[in-house]
């Protein structure tokens, strides 16, 4: 094939203009990434321009736009000996992101990307699965191969960068006759579907990993902690001490919540408590590094910036400078730097937790709990429990079998071979153990409220999509992401001894709260008094202590 197109190009341009071995191959490889790694991005742009005649020659040409800029991308990322390893790399990654972005839909950006940094290898053993290995071999590993073993010896520099520069012009030159005919389409493809263009694979998640390391070195500089709510002082003194639970949720989606009106009874344990469902939360992120900083951050959403957070206090500081006795149990991957100055404890293992099976279960952060208080006697206590959850695309392992109600649940990570009603199925079972969960936190608080002012506090960090949308999962970018990834559960439940009742917090149910209330009702509740926080008493709680 090489030898055609040289053969082919020799007729038209003089020797000196010949296109080069190893610049065949790298628009080879353009080519070939359009053809077989980017359904999720035409799919979107059939979406936008239906497959009429009418909209064909914009078709093609977006087609022909797409596989240019890819051509020019890679052409100038690879020089001398690295070239062949840059593509092969690239081939591989771009396997990767096509068959996430085909299967669940998600945008491969920095947020993307700081998740999957993030992710555990028990975690990342759940996204296996047969199509991954066909995708990673098919489009992968075997044209990863050829270019390893078609790439040419280099050429000098100066031969290379004259040969990238007379395609490039003549790329370009293609570009220019494509475009000029349509710039009205382009004008409102450009401006109003920005999304569309986020799927366009390798480009997009390459600048998006370029972008991601940027601002990795920009803040790997040593910086002092900024200490925030220095003002907080303890109003009522001679009260009881406090004993609250926060339970950090994983991938819980309001409207999967029998308590918020879903037409299945997902909460039948927490439905015979006295708790308030408060109906109308926001989250901050769409993803677990980004959510759980930013809700203990006294930064707003609008405000929150990862590294900025992670050298601030955040609101388990305070409360631990104010001699609240603080504790953090995982299930989850870890705090995301929340609990990075206060006792932490693993329970993702049997090392610690007792409740495992085919994976350990939220349910065993209980254990031990009654030692721990009884060791911080006439103290303030408060315990952030985080939860595996919902944690998808294995819904049905986050789940012991006695609660598997709903069926037949999907049994795969690979959401694609099951029916929409099998994987809600394995998500509402999941919601399920999460209420069993939480009942069980109540019943342990049950326990201390004749000695303390009990309460447990549930917020789950993020929803998830079902395949709303052909979208499935989370992390989608917070400016297009569904509600069904913003909109996420909360909930109240206050011992007889707490200084506030529910029914002070019943009138504001449907009120718009979001993560950003977080930082302040955890200092509120433990009667810390401080001017940060002067714009949500009237709002979250009229505490005697607090006016």
């Not at 085909?102 to 993030?118: A, E, H, K, S, Y």
């Not at 730097?337 to 404890?345: H, P």
């Not at 994976?359 to 408060?382: F, H, N, P």
């Amino acid at each position: 094939m090489l030898q055609l197109i040289q053969r082919t190009t020799s007729h038209f341009w003089p020797i000196t203009w010949r296109l080069q071995s190893t610049q065949v191959i790298t628009l080879c490889v353009a080519i070939f990434l359009m053809l077989f790694a980017n359904h999720a991005l035409f799919s979107h742009v059939l979406e936008i321009y239906p497959l009429t005649a009418a909209n064909m020659p914009f078709l093609v040409s977006v087609a022909i736009f797409f596989t240019v800029l890819t051509a020019l991308f890679l052409l100038w990322i690879t020089f001398g000996r690295a070239a062949r390893w840059v593509l092969a790399l690239l081939l591989l990654l771009a396997s990767q992101a096509a068959y996430y972005m085909d299967q669940f839909g998600v945008i491969v950006d920095t947020v993307m990307i700081d998740n999957i940094l993030q992710t555990s290898a028990q975690e990342a053993s759940g996204l296996l699965s047969a199509k991954l290995l066909m995708y990673t071999v098919v489009m992968g590993l075997i044209p990863a191969w050829f270019v390893l073993k078609a790439m040419p010896s280099p050429q000098s520099l100066r031969q290379e960068c004259m040969a990238k520069l007379k395609i490039s012009g003549m790329l370009l030159l293609l570009l220019v006759v494509v475009v000029a005919p349509l710039t009205a389409h382009y004008a409102s493809f450009i401006r109003e579907h920005k999304v569309t263009r986020m799927y366009a694979n390798p480009t997009f998640f390459a600048y998006s990993a370029i972008k991601y390391v940027v601002l990795a070195f920009q803040s790997s500089e040593v910086k002092t902690l900024t200490e925030v709510a220095k003002d907080a002082v303890e109003m009522d003194v001679k009260r009881e001490h406090e004993l609250m639970i926060m339970v950090v949720g994983e991938t819980a989606r309001a409207d999967r919540f029998s308590l918020n009106g879903y037409h299945r009874l997902t909460n039948p344990k927490l439905q015979q408590e006295d708790v308030v469902s408060l109906r109308n939360v926001t989250s901050c992120g769409t993803s677990t590094g980004i959510s759980v900083p930013c809700m203990f951050s006294v930064l707003t959403r609008k405000q929150f910036d990862k590294e900025k957070a992670k050298h601030m206090e955040n609101a388990l500081d305070v409360l631990a400078d104010n001699g609240i006795e603080v504790l953090w149990r995982d299930n989850n991957s870890d705090s995301k730097d929340v609990a990075t100055r206060i006792r932490y404890e693993d329970f993702k293992t049997p090392t610690f937790n007792t409740v495992c099976d085919s994976e350990c279960r939220d349910v065993g952060m209980l254990k031990g709990l009654d030692a721990y208080i009884q060791s911080k006697k006439d103290k303030d206590i408060l315990i952030v429990l985080h939860q595996m959850g919902n944690h998808g695309p294995e819904y049905y392992r986050r789940y012991p079998k006695a609660f598997e109600r709903f069926k037949p649940a999907c049994q795969s990570g690979e959401l694609s071979t099951c029916t929409q009603q099998e994987i809600d199925n394995a998500y509402d079972n999941a919601i399920l153990y999460t209420d069993y969960f939480l009942s069980e936190v109540i019943q342990f608080l049950k326990k201390y409220d004749d000695r303390y002012e009990t309460a447990m506090l549930y917020v789950a960090d993020h929803g998830e999509s079902l395949g709303e949308h052909g979208i499935y999962l989370h992390a989608a970018p917070y400016m297009i992401a569904p509600k069904e990834q913003t909109h996420v559960p909360a909930i109240m439940w206050m011992g007889k001894g707490f200084d506030y009742s529910l029914d002070q917090l019943r009138p504001y149910q449907d009120y718009p709260f979001s993560h950003d209330d977080v930082f302040c009702s955890l200092l509120i509740a433990y009667e810390l008094d401080s001017e940060t926080c002067n714009a949500k008493k009237q709002v979250l709680f009229a505490n005697k202590h607090l006016k």
